[in-house]
Protein backbone atom coordinates (compact mmCIF):
# COMPACT_ATOMS: atom_id res chain seq x y z
CA UNK A 1 0.00 0.00 0.00
CA UNK A 2 1.10 3.65 -0.80
CA UNK A 3 2.39 5.80 1.96
CA UNK A 4 2.02 9.55 2.11
CA UNK A 5 5.77 10.14 0.88
CA UNK A 6 5.22 7.75 -2.28
CA UNK A 7 2.10 9.69 -3.48
CA UNK A 8 3.39 13.44 -2.85
CA UNK A 9 6.28 12.32 -5.06
CA UNK A 10 4.29 10.82 -7.73
CA UNK A 11 2.00 14.02 -7.61
CA UNK A 12 5.40 16.29 -7.76
CA UNK A 13 3.59 18.43 -4.86
CA UNK A 14 4.80 18.48 -1.05
CA UNK A 15 4.18 15.66 1.83
CA UNK A 16 2.07 18.46 3.79
CA UNK A 17 -0.01 19.31 0.53
CA UNK A 18 -1.13 15.57 0.28
CA UNK A 19 -1.52 15.11 4.15
CA UNK A 20 -4.15 18.46 3.74
CA UNK A 21 -5.64 16.63 0.96
CA UNK A 22 -6.30 13.03 2.36
CA UNK A 23 -7.49 14.79 5.97
CA UNK A 24 -9.92 16.61 3.85
CA UNK A 25 -7.95 20.12 4.99
CA UNK A 26 -8.73 23.12 2.73
CA UNK A 27 -6.03 25.29 1.89
CA UNK A 28 -5.48 23.17 -1.51
CA UNK A 29 -6.23 24.14 -4.59
CA UNK A 30 -8.94 22.22 -6.84
CA UNK A 31 -6.66 21.18 -9.34
CA UNK A 32 -4.12 19.68 -6.88
CA UNK A 33 -6.62 18.38 -4.80
CA UNK A 34 -7.82 16.13 -7.65
CA UNK A 35 -4.69 14.66 -8.67
CA UNK A 36 -3.52 14.21 -5.76
CA UNK A 37 -6.50 12.07 -5.30
CA UNK A 38 -6.73 10.63 -8.16
CA UNK A 39 -3.03 9.68 -7.82
CA UNK A 40 -3.84 8.31 -4.10
CA UNK A 41 -6.44 5.80 -5.53
CA UNK A 42 -4.34 4.78 -8.52
CA UNK A 43 -1.77 3.56 -6.04
CA UNK A 44 -4.30 1.93 -3.78
CA UNK A 45 -3.85 4.34 -0.32
CA UNK A 46 -5.81 3.64 2.58
CA UNK A 47 -5.83 5.99 5.59
CA UNK A 48 -4.38 4.28 8.68
CA UNK A 49 -7.58 5.43 10.93
CA UNK A 50 -6.44 3.74 14.29
CA UNK A 51 -3.09 5.87 13.70
CA UNK A 52 -5.22 9.30 13.13
CA UNK A 53 -7.65 8.23 15.92
CA UNK A 54 -4.59 7.73 18.09
CA UNK A 55 -3.28 11.07 17.23
CA UNK A 56 -6.46 12.36 19.04
CA UNK A 57 -5.77 10.40 22.27
CA UNK A 58 -8.54 7.56 21.27
CA UNK A 59 -8.54 4.68 18.81
CA UNK A 60 -12.36 4.37 18.33
CA UNK A 61 -12.29 0.78 19.09
CA UNK A 62 -13.61 -0.97 21.92
CA UNK A 63 -12.32 -5.14 22.23
CA UNK A 64 -14.87 -7.72 22.84
CA UNK A 65 -13.97 -10.68 24.93
CA UNK A 66 -16.37 -13.79 24.78
CA UNK A 67 -15.64 -16.27 26.91
CA UNK A 68 -16.87 -18.66 24.33
CA UNK A 69 -18.16 -17.43 20.92
CA UNK A 70 -20.00 -20.78 20.14
CA UNK A 71 -22.38 -20.83 23.20
CA UNK A 72 -26.02 -19.87 22.41
CA UNK A 73 -26.10 -16.59 24.22
CA UNK A 74 -22.77 -15.17 22.86
CA UNK A 75 -23.86 -14.11 18.53
CA UNK A 76 -26.81 -12.05 19.72
CA UNK A 77 -24.98 -9.80 22.20
CA UNK A 78 -22.30 -9.47 19.93
CA UNK A 79 -24.58 -8.45 17.38
CA UNK A 80 -25.86 -5.78 19.37
CA UNK A 81 -22.93 -4.30 20.52
CA UNK A 82 -21.57 -4.49 16.72
CA UNK A 83 -25.00 -2.36 15.85
CA UNK A 84 -24.49 -0.05 18.95
CA UNK A 85 -20.73 0.84 17.72
CA UNK A 86 -21.18 1.12 14.20
CA UNK A 87 -24.12 4.14 14.91
CA UNK A 88 -21.67 5.68 16.47
CA UNK A 89 -18.50 5.12 14.60
CA UNK A 90 -16.66 2.76 16.33
CA UNK A 91 -14.99 -0.04 15.20
CA UNK A 92 -14.59 -3.60 17.24
CA UNK A 93 -12.35 -6.05 17.59
CA UNK A 94 -13.30 -9.87 18.71
CA UNK A 95 -11.61 -11.98 20.75
CA UNK A 96 -12.55 -15.80 21.81
CA UNK A 97 -11.67 -17.28 25.31
CA UNK A 98 -12.86 -20.94 23.75
CA UNK A 99 -13.75 -22.08 27.37
CA UNK A 100 -16.24 -24.26 26.45
CA UNK A 101 -14.49 -25.92 23.70
CA UNK A 102 -11.18 -25.77 25.46
CA UNK A 103 -12.46 -27.02 28.66
CA UNK A 104 -16.61 -28.63 28.69
CA UNK A 105 -18.06 -26.53 31.41
CA UNK A 106 -14.79 -23.85 31.66
CA UNK A 107 -11.47 -23.79 33.13
CA UNK A 108 -12.31 -25.88 36.92
CA UNK A 109 -9.10 -23.73 38.10
CA UNK A 110 -9.41 -20.17 38.98
CA UNK A 111 -5.43 -19.93 38.18
CA UNK A 112 -5.73 -21.63 34.77
CA UNK A 113 -9.23 -19.53 34.02
CA UNK A 114 -7.00 -16.01 35.22
CA UNK A 115 -4.34 -16.60 32.74
CA UNK A 116 -6.35 -16.73 29.55
CA UNK A 117 -8.45 -13.99 30.24
CA UNK A 118 -5.41 -12.02 31.30
CA UNK A 119 -3.95 -12.83 27.57
CA UNK A 120 -6.50 -11.59 25.85
CA UNK A 121 -7.04 -8.77 27.89
CA UNK A 122 -3.08 -7.66 27.08
CA UNK A 123 -3.60 -8.62 23.65
CA UNK A 124 -6.52 -5.95 23.16
CA UNK A 125 -4.08 -3.56 24.99
CA UNK A 126 -1.80 -4.42 22.21
CA UNK A 127 -4.55 -3.37 19.69
CA UNK A 128 -5.10 -0.10 21.61
CA UNK A 129 -8.58 -0.15 22.51
CA UNK A 130 -10.13 2.40 24.25
CA UNK A 131 -12.58 0.11 25.92
CA UNK A 132 -13.26 -3.97 26.66
CA UNK A 133 -16.99 -5.35 26.51
CA UNK A 134 -16.52 -9.46 28.37
CA UNK A 135 -19.30 -11.48 27.77
CA UNK A 136 -20.11 -14.43 29.78
CA UNK A 137 -20.75 -17.80 29.32
CA UNK A 138 -23.31 -17.84 31.67
CA UNK A 139 -24.23 -15.37 34.78
CA UNK A 140 -21.45 -16.22 37.06
CA UNK A 141 -18.73 -13.58 39.02
CA UNK A 142 -15.73 -12.30 37.09
CA UNK A 143 -12.80 -11.57 39.04
CA UNK A 144 -10.17 -11.70 36.81
CA UNK A 145 -10.75 -8.19 35.40
CA UNK A 146 -10.30 -6.44 38.57
CA UNK A 147 -6.54 -6.63 38.00
CA UNK A 148 -6.24 -3.85 35.79
CA UNK A 149 -7.05 -0.06 36.06
CA UNK A 150 -7.01 0.46 32.69
CA UNK A 151 -8.69 0.09 29.85
CA UNK A 152 -12.76 0.77 30.69
CA UNK A 153 -14.77 -2.86 31.18
CA UNK A 154 -17.73 -3.31 30.72
CA UNK A 155 -19.43 -6.94 31.38
CA UNK A 156 -22.33 -8.45 29.28
CA UNK A 157 -23.78 -11.73 30.99
CA UNK A 158 -22.05 -12.14 33.85
CA UNK A 159 -20.98 -9.70 36.77
CA UNK A 160 -17.65 -8.32 37.98
CA UNK A 161 -16.32 -8.66 41.37
CA UNK A 162 -15.51 -4.39 41.05
CA UNK A 163 -17.98 -2.26 41.07
CA UNK A 164 -17.18 -0.22 39.46
CA UNK A 165 -17.45 -1.90 36.43
CA UNK A 166 -21.33 -1.90 35.09
CA UNK A 167 -22.60 -5.66 34.28
CA UNK A 168 -25.81 -5.97 32.12
CA UNK A 169 -27.50 -9.34 33.08
CA UNK A 170 -31.28 -10.27 32.82
CA UNK A 171 -33.60 -10.63 35.42
CA UNK A 172 -34.21 -14.39 35.64
CA UNK A 173 -35.66 -14.66 38.67
CA UNK A 174 -38.01 -12.08 37.91
CA UNK A 175 -38.80 -14.32 34.34
CA UNK A 176 -39.38 -17.04 36.66
CA UNK A 177 -41.89 -15.33 38.95
CA UNK A 178 -44.06 -14.36 36.05
CA UNK A 179 -43.87 -17.80 34.49
CA UNK A 180 -45.10 -19.50 37.98
CA UNK A 181 -47.96 -16.53 38.45
CA UNK A 182 -48.59 -17.35 34.95
CA UNK A 183 -49.38 -21.47 35.97
CA UNK A 184 -50.94 -20.70 38.86
CA UNK A 185 -53.77 -18.84 36.61
CA UNK A 186 -53.98 -21.25 34.45
CA UNK A 187 -55.64 -23.38 37.59
CA UNK A 188 -52.26 -25.61 38.59
CA UNK A 189 -51.63 -25.66 41.97
CA UNK A 190 -49.32 -28.79 41.80
CA UNK A 191 -46.23 -27.25 39.50
CA UNK A 192 -43.21 -29.64 39.48
CA UNK A 193 -39.67 -28.10 38.81
CA UNK A 194 -36.44 -29.39 36.84
CA UNK A 195 -33.27 -27.48 37.96
CA UNK A 196 -29.92 -27.13 36.88
CA UNK A 197 -27.07 -28.32 39.04
CA UNK A 198 -27.30 -26.81 42.51
CA UNK A 199 -24.19 -24.92 42.48
CA UNK A 200 -25.43 -22.66 39.13
CA UNK A 201 -26.54 -18.89 40.22
CA UNK A 202 -29.00 -19.74 37.07
CA UNK A 203 -30.35 -22.61 39.39
CA UNK A 204 -30.66 -20.24 42.41
CA UNK A 205 -32.37 -17.41 40.84
CA UNK A 206 -34.93 -19.01 39.20
CA UNK A 207 -36.02 -21.26 42.01
CA UNK A 208 -36.21 -18.14 44.07
CA UNK A 209 -38.59 -16.64 41.80
CA UNK A 210 -40.86 -19.87 41.46
CA UNK A 211 -40.31 -20.39 45.55
CA UNK A 212 -41.67 -16.24 45.57
CA UNK A 213 -44.57 -16.70 43.24
CA UNK A 214 -45.94 -19.36 45.12
CA UNK A 215 -45.62 -17.68 48.47
CA UNK A 216 -46.89 -14.60 47.32
CA UNK A 217 -50.22 -16.71 46.14
CA UNK A 218 -50.03 -18.32 49.36
CA UNK A 219 -49.23 -22.01 47.72
CA UNK A 220 -47.54 -24.11 49.78
CA UNK A 221 -44.15 -25.10 48.76
CA UNK A 222 -43.61 -29.00 48.35
CA UNK A 223 -39.89 -30.15 47.61
CA UNK A 224 -40.68 -33.74 46.19
CA UNK A 225 -41.99 -31.46 43.00
CA UNK A 226 -38.65 -29.59 42.82
CA UNK A 227 -35.55 -32.08 41.21
CA UNK A 228 -32.29 -31.62 39.97
CA UNK A 229 -30.88 -31.91 36.53
CA UNK A 230 -27.83 -31.17 34.51
CA UNK A 231 -29.06 -28.95 31.91
CA UNK A 232 -29.35 -31.44 29.82
CA UNK A 233 -32.08 -32.99 27.86
CA UNK A 234 -31.69 -36.77 29.21
CA UNK A 235 -32.09 -35.14 32.58
CA UNK A 236 -35.23 -33.73 32.01
CA UNK A 237 -36.64 -37.00 30.38
CA UNK A 238 -35.35 -39.33 33.23
CA UNK A 239 -36.60 -36.70 35.77
CA UNK A 240 -40.16 -36.59 34.43
CA UNK A 241 -41.61 -39.98 35.87
CA UNK A 242 -40.68 -38.61 39.22
CA UNK A 243 -42.82 -35.36 38.63
CA UNK A 244 -45.86 -37.22 36.89
CA UNK A 245 -45.97 -40.17 39.04
CA UNK A 246 -46.47 -37.62 41.84
CA UNK A 247 -49.69 -35.99 39.65
CA UNK A 248 -48.49 -32.90 38.30
CA UNK A 249 -50.12 -30.69 36.31
CA UNK A 250 -47.31 -28.48 35.03
CA UNK A 251 -43.62 -28.45 34.65
CA UNK A 252 -41.53 -25.68 35.07
CA UNK A 253 -38.00 -26.61 33.46
CA UNK A 254 -35.13 -24.43 33.75
CA UNK A 255 -34.07 -25.01 30.63
CA UNK A 256 -35.00 -25.76 27.18
CA UNK A 257 -33.03 -28.68 26.35
CA UNK A 258 -34.71 -30.39 29.71
CA UNK A 259 -38.15 -29.06 28.43
CA UNK A 260 -37.46 -31.09 25.14
CA UNK A 261 -36.37 -34.21 27.56
CA UNK A 262 -39.85 -33.83 29.62
CA UNK A 263 -41.51 -34.15 25.97
CA UNK A 264 -39.69 -37.00 24.98
CA UNK A 265 -40.88 -38.91 28.15
CA UNK A 266 -44.42 -37.79 27.68
CA UNK A 267 -44.56 -38.74 23.83
CA UNK A 268 -43.09 -42.20 24.41
CA UNK A 269 -45.96 -42.87 27.37
CA UNK A 270 -48.38 -41.57 26.16
CA UNK A 271 -48.84 -38.21 27.82
CA UNK A 272 -50.25 -35.02 25.35
CA UNK A 273 -48.05 -31.77 26.57
CA UNK A 274 -50.38 -28.99 26.45
CA UNK A 275 -53.43 -30.71 27.42
CA UNK A 276 -52.82 -33.26 29.80
CA UNK A 277 -50.31 -31.45 31.65
CA UNK A 278 -48.64 -27.85 30.40
CA UNK A 279 -44.74 -27.19 30.41
CA UNK A 280 -42.58 -24.39 30.13
CA UNK A 281 -38.69 -24.15 29.38
CA UNK A 282 -36.36 -21.26 29.65
CA UNK A 283 -33.40 -19.36 27.44
CA UNK A 284 -35.87 -19.43 24.23
CA UNK A 285 -33.31 -21.94 22.50
CA UNK A 286 -34.20 -23.04 18.62
CA UNK A 287 -35.20 -26.22 20.12
CA UNK A 288 -38.25 -24.24 21.61
CA UNK A 289 -39.77 -23.42 18.17
CA UNK A 290 -39.35 -26.86 16.50
CA UNK A 291 -40.07 -28.96 18.29
CA UNK A 292 -44.04 -30.65 18.33
CA UNK A 293 -45.72 -29.33 20.50
CA UNK A 294 -44.34 -26.10 20.03
CA UNK A 295 -42.77 -25.15 23.68
CA UNK A 296 -43.56 -22.22 25.52
CA UNK A 297 -40.14 -20.58 27.16
CA UNK A 298 -38.33 -17.55 28.16
CA UNK A 299 -37.22 -15.32 25.61
CA UNK A 300 -33.87 -13.62 27.27
CA UNK A 301 -33.12 -9.92 26.24
CA UNK A 302 -29.63 -11.09 24.17
CA UNK A 303 -29.51 -8.58 21.75
CA UNK A 304 -30.42 -5.86 24.23
CA UNK A 305 -28.04 -6.86 26.85
CA UNK A 306 -25.25 -5.98 23.67
CA UNK A 307 -26.79 -2.81 22.82
CA UNK A 308 -27.17 -1.63 26.50
CA UNK A 309 -23.17 -2.86 27.13
CA UNK A 310 -22.21 -0.69 24.15
CA UNK A 311 -24.28 2.26 25.54
CA UNK A 312 -22.23 1.70 28.23
CA UNK A 313 -19.50 1.83 27.36
CA UNK A 314 -20.05 4.78 24.78
CA UNK A 315 -20.80 6.98 28.01
CA UNK A 316 -17.56 5.65 29.96
CA UNK A 317 -15.84 7.14 27.35
CA UNK A 318 -17.81 10.30 26.63
CA UNK A 319 -16.77 10.79 30.97
CA UNK A 320 -20.15 9.95 32.08
CA UNK A 321 -19.38 6.67 34.31
CA UNK A 322 -22.15 4.50 34.89
CA UNK A 323 -24.81 4.86 38.51
CA UNK A 324 -25.04 1.14 38.29
CA UNK A 325 -22.95 -1.66 39.08
CA UNK A 326 -25.89 -4.51 38.04
CA UNK A 327 -28.36 -3.68 35.34
CA UNK A 328 -31.02 -6.17 34.71
CA UNK A 329 -33.10 -6.41 31.57
CA UNK A 330 -36.82 -8.30 31.62
CA UNK A 331 -37.31 -11.01 29.55
CA UNK A 332 -39.94 -12.32 27.55
CA UNK A 333 -42.30 -15.09 28.32
CA UNK A 334 -43.40 -16.60 25.07
CA UNK A 335 -46.22 -18.89 24.90
CA UNK A 336 -47.05 -21.75 22.64
CA UNK A 337 -48.66 -25.21 22.69
CA UNK A 338 -47.34 -26.50 25.65
CA UNK A 339 -49.16 -24.25 27.56
CA UNK A 340 -51.70 -22.91 25.31
CA UNK A 341 -53.44 -26.10 24.74
CA UNK A 342 -55.36 -26.48 27.39
CA UNK A 343 -56.37 -22.85 27.77
CA UNK A 344 -57.82 -23.22 24.41
CA UNK A 345 -59.60 -26.25 24.93
CA UNK A 346 -60.96 -24.72 28.02
Not at 193 to 215: C, E, Q, W
Not at 224 to 240: A, M, P, Q
Not at 285 to 297: C, E, K, N, Q, V
Request: hydrophobic content about 35%; glycine content about 6%; aromatic content about 6%.
Amino acid sequence: MATIREISEKAGVSIATVSKVLNGKNGVNEKTRKKILSVAKDMNYRPNLNARNLKKGHSRTIGIITEDLTVFNSPEIVDGIAQTLEESDYHYILGNLRFYKRYGNGPRDLKESLTLVHSAVEDMLTKQVDGIIYIGCHSHVVVSLSDYTEPKFVCAYCISEDESVPSVIYNEEKAAYDLTLRLLDYGNEKIGMITGPTDSSHTVNRSRGHMKALFDRRVPYNPSLTVVGDWERDSGFLLSRELIEQGVTAVFAQNDLMAAGVLDYCSLHGITVGQDIQLIGFDNRDISSASRPRLSTVALPLFEIGQKSAREMLSILDGIPSDQHLIQLDCEIIERETTLNRIRKL
